[in-house]
Structures are given as structure tokens and as C-alpha cells.
């Protein structure tokens, strides 16, 4: 964590684009994550009160950003061995639930990053 390459890897933005994000369903799944049972996985995520220290948050997001893309990335490559030695239809379901289990969080973290940033700058400026 005390490395240039986390401070690098912290401010990873793949989708900048609100659009973008709102086009292939990230408004989509961050209902289903508030609204499911998967709202009770990480609650070291969830602004308590307004006391609640934004850089710890932004900072465990930043965790939980890089667990999800290393499991994507790691996931990925088995289901490409998998997609050209077997089948190609067996890597394409494994690649599915990856999306929406990895991907999709990674995705939807660094959304939340960027709207946290936003209210540490206003922080700032108070």
C-alpha cells in the first residue's frame, strides 16, 4: 500500500463515461447488490454517519476494487485455456459469472471511488 505502484493502481478508471457505465447496466447491478443479500458481504463499505472518515472508505473500496480484478483476471485466463483446449462454449460460461462477479464490482467500486473523491474534495474546501 505504500507503494507508487498502489498509489498508480488506486486511481485505475477503465469507464470514465457516466454514460457508459449506465449503457451496459452498472445502475442495473448496484440495485441488486443494495437490494440482495450481498449487501451484508462488505460492510466496511457504508458511510455510518457523516463522522465517518471518506479516506478509510475510499480506501477499502480501493481493496475490494483489486481483489475483484484480480479474480477477474485470474478467472479470465483459466476460462481462455479452457475456451481454446476444450470447448469453446465451456470457456464462454465460465467468462458469464466472472463478468457479473468481478468485473461488474470492479467496475461499480471505481464508480463510487470517483463520487467519493468528489465529496473528499468538498471536505477539502470546507
Not at 470514465?16 to 450481498?38: A, H
Amino acid at each position: 500500500m505504500k507503494t507508487e505502484y498502489y498509489k498508480k493502481i488506486s486511481n485505475l478508471n477503465f469507464i470514465e463515461s457516466k454514460t457508459l457505465n449506465k449503457n451496459i447496466g452498472i445502475e442495473y447491478f448496484k440495485w441488486i447488490l443494495k437490494n440482495s443479500f450481498f449487501k451484508f458481504f462488505n460492510q466496511k463499505i457504508a458511510l455510518k454517519d457523516k463522522k465517518t472518515d471518506l479516506r478509510d472508505i475510499r480506501k477499502e473500496m480501493t481493496i475490494a476494487e483489486i481483489g475483484h480484478l484480480i479474480g477477474f483476471i485470474f478467472v479470465t485466463a483459466i476460462a481462455l485455456y479452457q475456451g481454446i483446449s476444450n470447448n469453446y462454449l465451456f470457456g464462454l460460461t465460465i467468462m458469464i459469472p466472472n463478468i457479473l462477479m468481478n468485473l461488474y464490482p470492479s467496475l461499480l467500486q471505481q464508480e463510487n471511488k470517483r463520487r467519493i473523491d468528489r465529496l473528499i474534495k468538498r471536505q477539502i474546501k470546507l
